[in-house]
T-cell receptor, first 113, second 115 residues
Framework: AQSVAQPEDQVNVAEGNPLTVKCTYS??????LFWYVQYPNRGLQFLLK??????LVKGSYGFEAEFNKSQTSFHLKKPSALVSDSALYFC???????????FGTGTRLQVFP | EPEVTQTPSHQVTQMGQEVILRCVPI?????FYWYRQILGQKVEFLVS????????KSEIFDDQFSVERPDGSNFTLKIRSTKLEDSAMYFC?????????????FGPGTRLTVT
């Protein structure tokens, strides 16, 4: 079965420190990979995507993500966290030849001052 | 920046009643989607829609569900006879194209509570 795993329910990091939110996937073929962020009472907001090419992709608000094909991972990173980055982060995968996104369970990022 | 909007933000209905959830996709987008998230569970795909037709649907999207684009701006999800297990957050999304390289933009969701 196709699935996306976000192994951490919550990640805590101090402001100014680097952050990583982990994502692994199990999908056949070469999927497209996405990260979304959700703030309270808001929709899922697109952050970045990997389609092809360079394994390190850059997105909004200073976030980046590293694609690793051999480990089927797509971890979200940021060199220096801000308190305002605190939110719920979702990894999503779009398998080939399908319209749907398959989501992970989400990881709550808490950045402490 | 253009956004997907959804109304109402919260809908409470009795079991067996029909509900219609409304969405206004981003104006130049051509592909539309519905997802749902039952409390504590993953966001799940329901259906995709293009050119006034369903292009893909999940096993969740049974005969109780239907979608429609009644005019040039709205996209609706109808549940004919709601069940308790339909209680969830329903998200509408839209994209400019259908290729996987096009990201989907999501609305804030409608929380449906079936009592």
């Amino acid at each position: 079965a196709q699935s996306v795993a976000q192994p951490e329910d919550q990640v805590n990091v101090a402001e100014g420190n680097p952050l990583t939110v982990k994502c692994t996937y199990s999908v056949s073929g070469n999927p497209y990979l996405f990260w979304y962020v959700q703030y309270p009472n808001r929709g899922l907001q697109f952050l970045l995507k990997y389609i092809t090419g360079d394994n390190l992709v850059k997105g909004s608000y200073g976030f980046e993500a590293e694609f690793n094909k051999s480990q089927t991972s797509f971890h979200l990173k940021k060199p220096s966290a801000l308190v305002s980055d605190s939110a719920l982060y979702f990894c999503a995968v779009r398998p080939p030849n399908t319209d749907k996104l398959i989501f992970g369970t989400g990881t709550r990022l808490q950045v402490f001052p | 920046e253009p956004e997907v909007t959804q109304t109402p933000s919260h809908q409470v209905t009795q079991m067996g009643q029909e509900v219609i959830l409304r969405c206004v996709p981003i104006s130049n987008h051509l592909y539309f989607y519905w997802y749902r998230q039952i409390l504590g569970q993953k966001v799940e795909f329901l259906v995709s829609f293009y050119n006034n037709e369903i292009s893909e649907k999940s096993e969740i999207f049974d005969d109780q569900f239907s979608v429609e684009r009644p005019d040039g701006s709205n996209f609706t999800l109808k549940i004919r006879s709601t069940k308790l297990e339909d209680s969830a957050m329903y998200f509408c999304a839209s994209s400019l194209g259908s290729s996987g390289s096009y990201e989907q933009y999501f609305g804030p969701g409608t929380r449906l509570t079936v009592t």
